[in-house]
């Protein structure tokens, strides 16, 4: 089964996508401002907005919400017992800024994150990107630390059979005889800093040490900084395989990932409905959670509510109930468990509005049930890749159910895409299968590191290659 997904040149009138199914549903063709209509022959697609792309950093976003809204809720933990107001988070983020720089790291480090979805995941997230510090999350300790030259890890003791700090420790047994913040390991030159988020440990700084050493020397460092940071910066590397081949450290920009969470937020409903609490069981690791979900939160001031540190779709299913949540992301198999669940009948769903699913093919008949069975209408697909900050295409919650069911959505906002030859690289005609390619804000900056593997997939003309073979006819596109 092929997963389908829609490019819009013209949101709404005139559309084109890419199909595999070989059925049009809509005009092949599409109309360029101050052109007459113009027939669609070839793969390509051009999204167009009323909209123009932020020109900002990660830390205002967080700044226009907390001013909107301050007293409104802006996470909510569930298994934690945490809830904290914008205001409340942005002090506490404030806080652990101006902590990190007394620790010594300054604008353009690493620092690690590693860990389940907790209260601290977030708030590192925000800390890092206001300190002008590089976040680096999917820590493959030994390969990261090594190849992004990490200065400072954060991470709890132990979640469920990892045991974090006993892996550090074997790491870098130099720790143990360390001082906090003053690690000298041959193995790991560059790191200096260990912060535990739950425990005292040999050679380790707890997070209320972090917490309570921004003195008033830092928080005037961390205002001055603002004058310094750019929305061209680096501020995340996610490590990805990509199509093939060994992780890499795709090196996202606050221009990246501000202008993804602002469009996917635009297309799915959020600037229509600040008032969304969101359901968040996808990891933050991973840019849909980070991106799609926490700078959803700081961009367009919508309340996210965590069921669980790990994975659990009856947690999901409890945590919609009781906090009235109306939006809900998963990959397909998180909406298939939950939908498995024995007891996923006497779950009051009803403040399920709409939904996003992606992260894998979303086959047809999933979508079907999450509509009938779970009663989440405006539930839309995307697709994308970590590359690409990382939604690149995405469907509308108020399509039909054809479209739910058949496509992955609509090329987003201000994006490209072509379909071409992987051999020639020529653009190939409607109905001819090919690779996708992405141009446009969301293609990150390079893989850390690594000029070679960044040639190899970014074009000199800016064009992302996805290594996703595609079909393209009108209105349609399916991804093998």
Request: charged share 20%.
């Given at each position: 089964?092929?997963?389908?997904?829609?490019?819009?040149?013209?949101?709404?009138?005139?559309?084109?996508?890419?199909?595999?199914?070989?059925?049009?549903?809509?005009?092949?063709?599409?109309?360029?401002?101050?052109?007459?209509?113009?027939?669609?022959?070839?793969?390509?697609?051009?999204?167009?907005?009323?909209?123009?792309?932020?020109?900002?950093?990660?830390?205002?976003?967080?700044?226009?919400?907390?001013?909107?809204?301050?007293?409104?809720?802006?996470?909510?933990?569930?298994?934690?017992?945490?809830?904290?107001?914008?205001?409340?988070?942005?002090?506490?983020?404030?806080?652990?800024?101006?902590?990190?720089?007394?620790?010594?790291?300054?604008?353009?480090?690493?620092?690690?994150?590693?860990?389940?979805?907790?209260?601290?995941?977030?708030?590192?997230?925000?800390?890092?990107?206001?300190?002008?510090?590089?976040?680096?999350?999917?820590?493959?300790?030994?390969?990261?630390?090594?190849?992004?030259?990490?200065?400072?890890?954060?991470?709890?003791?132990?979640?469920?059979?990892?045991?974090?700090?006993?892996?550090?420790?074997?790491?870098?047994?130099?720790?143990?005889?360390?001082?906090?913040?003053?690690?000298?390991?041959?193995?790991?030159?560059?790191?200096?800093?260990?912060?535990?988020?739950?425990?005292?440990?040999?050679?380790?700084?707890?997070?209320?040490?972090?917490?309570?050493?921004?003195?008033?020397?830092?928080?005037?460092?961390?205002?001055?900084?603002?004058?310094?940071?750019?929305?061209?910066?680096?501020?995340?590397?996610?490590?990805?395989?990509?199509?093939?081949?060994?992780?890499?450290?795709?090196?996202?920009?606050?221009?990246?990932?501000?202008?993804?969470?602002?469009?996917?937020?635009?297309?799915?409903?959020?600037?229509?409905?600040?008032?969304?609490?969101?359901?968040?069981?996808?990891?933050?690791?991973?840019?849909?959670?980070?991106?799609?979900?926490?700078?959803?939160?700081?961009?367009?001031?919508?309340?996210?509510?965590?069921?669980?540190?790990?994975?659990?779709?009856?947690?999901?299913?409890?945590?919609?109930?009781?906090?009235?949540?109306?939006?809900?992301?998963?990959?397909?198999?998180?909406?298939?468990?939950?939908?498995?669940?024995?007891d996923f009948k006497k779950f009051d769903l009803s403040s399920l509005l709409s939904g996003f699913m992606a992260g894998s093919p979303c086959p047809q008949e999933l979508v079907r049930k999450v509509i009938t069975e779970m009663g989440v209408k405006g539930i839309t697909v995307g697709y994308g890749t970590t590359e690409n900050s990382p939604v690149t295409l995405c469907g509308s919650p108020m399509d039909n159910l054809e479209r739910k069911c058949e496509t992955v959505g609509y090329v987003m906002d201000h994006l490209e895409a072509k379909i071409v030859d992987p051999t020639t690289g020529e653009i190939v005609p409607l109905g001819m299968t090919g690779e996708i390619m992405i141009r446009g804000y969301c293609v990150m900056l390079e893989y850390w590191d690594d000029e070679a593997k960044t040639r190899e997939c970014i074009t000199k003309n800016g064009w992302y290659k996805t290594g996703c073979c595609i079909l393209c006819l009108c209105d349609k596109i399916n991804k093998n």
């Amino acid at each position: 089964m092929i997963p389908r997904l829609a490019l819009s040149f013209q949101p709404v009138r005139n559309s084109c996508a890419l199909s595999a199914a070989g059925k049009q549903l809509w005009r092949p063709w599409t109309r360029h401002q101050g052109l007459p209509a113009a027939r669609l022959t070839i793969s390509y697609a051009h999204a167009t907005s009323t909209m123009p792309l932020l020109q900002a950093t990660v830390a205002e976003t967080l700044q226009r919400s907390v001013e909107r809204h301050p007293d409104k809720e802006a996470l909510v933990f569930v298994e934690g017992g945490v809830r904290k107001t914008f205001a409340q988070f942005q002090q506490a983020v404030d806080q652990a800024a101006a902590g990190l720089l007394a620790l010594g790291l300054k604008k353009g480090d690493r620092l690690g994150m590693w860990g389940p979805n907790t209260f601290e995941w977030v708030l590192f997230q925000f800390a890092t990107a206001k300190a002008g510090i590089i976040l680096v999350s999917q820590l493959n300790p030994l390969l990261v630390f090594v190849q992004v030259g990490v200065k400072a890890v954060v991470c709890p003791t132990q979640f469920k059979t990892q045991q974090y700090c006993d892996m550090l420790r074997k790491i870098c047994p130099e720790i143990e005889k360390s001082s906090p913040g003053d690690i000298k390991s041959a193995r790991l030159p560059d790191l200096r800093s260990v912060i535990v988020l739950d425990s005292r440990q040999p050679g380790m700084f707890h997070l209320d040490d972090v917490m309570q050493a921004g003195s008033s020397q830092y928080v005037q460092q961390l205002q001055d900084l603002q004058k310094t940071l750019q929305f061209d910066d680096p501020i995340n590397i996610q490590f990805t395989s990509g199509t093939t081949g060994a992780p890499k450290g795709a090196t996202l920009t606050h221009h990246n990932i501000v202008n993804n969470a602002y469009f996917v937020g635009k297309r799915v409903g959020y600037t229509w409905k600040p008032d969304a609490r969101l359901c968040v069981p996808v990891p933050l690791y991973h840019c849909f959670g980070s991106v799609g979900a926490g700078m959803c939160m700081a961009v367009h001031g919508i309340t996210l509510i965590f069921p669980s540190t790990g994975y659990d779709g009856r947690a999901n299913l409890a945590a919609v109930e009781s906090e009235r949540c109306t939006n809900l992301y998963g990959t397909p198999t998180m909406f298939v468990d939950m939908l498995s669940q024995p007891d996923f009948k006497k779950f009051d769903l009803s403040s399920l509005l709409s939904g996003f699913m992606a992260g894998s093919p979303c086959p047809q008949e999933l979508v079907r049930k999450v509509i009938t069975e779970m009663g989440v209408k405006g539930i839309t697909v995307g697709y994308g890749t970590t590359e690409n900050s990382p939604v690149t295409l995405c469907g509308s919650p108020m399509d039909n159910l054809e479209r739910k069911c058949e496509t992955v959505g609509y090329v987003m906002d201000h994006l490209e895409a072509k379909i071409v030859d992987p051999t020639t690289g020529e653009i190939v005609p409607l109905g001819m299968t090919g690779e996708i390619m992405i141009r446009g804000y969301c293609v990150m900056l390079e893989y850390w590191d690594d000029e070679a593997k960044t040639r190899e997939c970014i074009t000199k003309n800016g064009w992302y290659k996805t290594g996703c073979c595609i079909l393209c006819l009108c209105d349609k596109i399916n991804k093998n």
